[in-house]
């Protein structure tokens, strides 16, 4: 069945860096686009990153710009995110989700790896 | 502070019908269509709803959902227990915002 497993989550300093991983299986998975979203404690979801199928096209929340890398290794089924400069505020369960490809929504989602930033 | 506007909670009993509201702007749901997820904590997101009214096929036609202008509303009937999570809406918000979502409503099923 469709498959997707975050890993890479821990615990960092502010300042410090992250390299984040999401597994895809049971799809072709060069054949979709590809985001992050995170929910901080007791906070909504929020779309952090997108790659396109062929990492051709990426694009960032504000929030993360400058900060954040998406990437995809589609040899590997695998995406990424390498966050660096973290702050407090970055501290969220990321989920990685697929994109549906056309109508601009997000289909299928992981259940999630944890990042907390903090002194 | 989420683009889109959701009441923080919403209740109801077993077997009765439970509406939740979904406010943006021009800029997202006023040109764009909604799409709607369940979510419990500490487990995967779940499409619910996709393209204002559509559901996913293995979602029960309990769930319902209509947009108008810049608002949407996702409806519940017959309520069951399992229904209870957090339900967020969420659109393209165009190429300044990327994709947007509501801040989620928490329902509680008594």
């Known amino acids: 069945q469709v498959q997707l497993v975050e890993s890479g989550g821990g615990a960092v300093q502010p300042g410090g860096s992250l390299r984040l991983s999401c597994v895809a299986s049971?799809?072709?998975?060069?054949?979709?686009?590809m985001h992050w979203v995170r929910q901080a404690p007791g906070k909504g979801l929020a779309w952090v990153a997108f790659?396109?199928?062929?990492?051709?096209?990426?694009y960032y929340a504000d929030s993360v710009k400058g900060r954040f890398t998406i990437s995809r290794d589609n040899s590997k089924n695998t995406l990424h995110l390498q966050m660096n400069s973290l702050r407090a505020e970055d501290t969220a369960v990321y989920h990685c989700?697929?994109?549906?490809?056309?109508?601009?929504?997000?289909?299928?989602w992981g259940k999630g790896t944890t990042v907390t930033v903090s002194s | 502070q989420s683009v889109l506007t959701q009441p923080p909670s919403a209740s109801g009993t077993p077997g009765q019908w439970v509406t939740m509201s979904c406010s943006g702007s021009?800029?997202?749901?006023?040109?764009?269509?909604v799409n709607w997820y369940q979510h419990l904590p500490g487990t995967a997101p779940k499409l619910l709803i996709f393209s204002n009214d559509l559901r996913p096929s293995g979602v029960p036609d309990r769930f319902s959902a209509s947009k108008s202008g810049t608002s949407a509303s996702l409806a519940i009937s017959g309520l069951q227990s399992e229904d209870e999570a957090d339900y967020y809406c969420?659109?393209?918000?165009?190429?300044?915002?990327?994709?947007?979502f509501g801040g989620g409503t928490r329902l509680t099923v008594l």
């Open positions: 021009s800029s997202d749901i006023g040109n764009n269509p």
């Open positions: 989700a697929r994109d549906e490809g056309i109508g601009y929504y997000m289909d299928v």
């Open positions: 049971g799809f072709t998975f060069s054949d979709n686009g």
């Open positions: 790659i396109r199928y062929d990492g051709s096209h990426k």
């Open positions: 969420a659109a393209w918000g165009g190429s300044l915002n990327g994709w947007v």
